[in-house]
């Protein structure tokens, strides 16, 4: 029904950016939430910031607060996470997620997912 394809990972340093983007084709539908997952190797998989497709309204990990900022556009259906100031415990497989309805922070709740970029971040 609903593909999600992420991409802009990469290797980048210590305090430095990146920009990670998630594109949906297919079948869509208006009310869709979208979210940022992440997962480090034997780590479980972990809610990194979510928005509502039409609310306006967005929601943080503590662990990436002021640092991340999660955006959209719906005309391009996509949805964006900028990375400042990054830090090598953010390495991870970052996911794109999407569910109806509300935002929501357990892998569980989401009914669509991305394959996952790397973000690898160095000291």
């Known amino acids: 029904q609903v593909q999600l394809v992420e991409s802009g990972g990469g290797l980048v340093q210590a305090g430095g950016s ?7 084709s297919g079948r869509t ?26 609310g306006g309204t967005t ?3 503590d662990s990436v ?9 719906n005309a391009k259906n996509t949805v964006y996470l900028q990375m400042n100031s990054l830090k090598p415990e953010d390495t991870a497989v970052y996911y794109c997620a999407a569910r109806s309805g509300d935002i929501r922070t357990l892998q569980v709740e989401y009914n669509y997912w ?3 970029t790397q973000v690898t971040v160095s000291s």
Do not use: D, H
């Open 18 to 24: 990146l920009r990670l983007s998630c594109a949906a």
């Open 29 to 54: 539908f208006s009310s869709y939430a979208m979210a940022w997952f992440r997962q480090a190797p034997g780590k479980e998989r972990q809610f990194v910031a979510g928005i509502s497709w039409s």
């Open 59 to 61: 929601y943080y990990a």
């Open 65 to 73: 607060k002021g640092r991340f900022t999660i955006s959209r556009n």
């Open 114 to 116: 991305g394959q996952g």
